[in-house]
Nanobody
Framework: QVQLVESGGGAVQAGESLTLSCAAS????????IGWYRQAPAPGKQRELV?????????AYAESVQGRFTISRDSTKYAATLQMNVLKPDDTAVYFC???????????WGQGTQVTVSS
């Protein structure tokens, strides 16, 4: 059974940094896109894609985090890191790691890690 283990969340002041990590346990095969999503606590807020990275290390970012967040992956295993710099109160959310096979053969989610940024 595959599980995604996230770590690195916490509470910081605006302008500070955090690093989130995600690693898969269990057996996974095939090329996969790793993504970080977040869901803010406001009512009606939907889960949004923050950053993603392909098996060939092509990255994509939400406009709101472009230039501040950096996603990277470990090529030897199904793991990724999200470096978050110059954090803002609007970044406050639960952050979820996702690993999805490029052919949609599987789609795994982590349990989420809380990031709180105070002004």
């Amino acid at each position: 059974q595959v599980q995604l283990v996230e770590s690195g969340g916490g509470a910081v002041q605006a302008g500070e940094s955090l690093t989130l990590s995600c690693a898969a346990s269990g057996v996974i095969f095939g090329p996969a896109i790793i993504g970080w999503y977040r869901q803010a606590p406001a009512p009606g807020k939907q889960r949004e894609l923050v950053a993603s990275i392909t098996p060939r290390n092509r990255t994509a970012y939400a406009e709101s985090v472009q230039g501040r967040f950096t996603i990277s992956r470990d090529s030897t295993k199904y793991a990724a890191t999200l470096q978050m710099n110059v954090l803002k109160p609007d970044d406050t959310a639960v952050y979820f790691c996702n690993i999805q096979n490029v052919f949609k053969a599987y789609d795994y989610w982590g349990q989420g890690t809380q990031v709180t940024v105070s002004s």
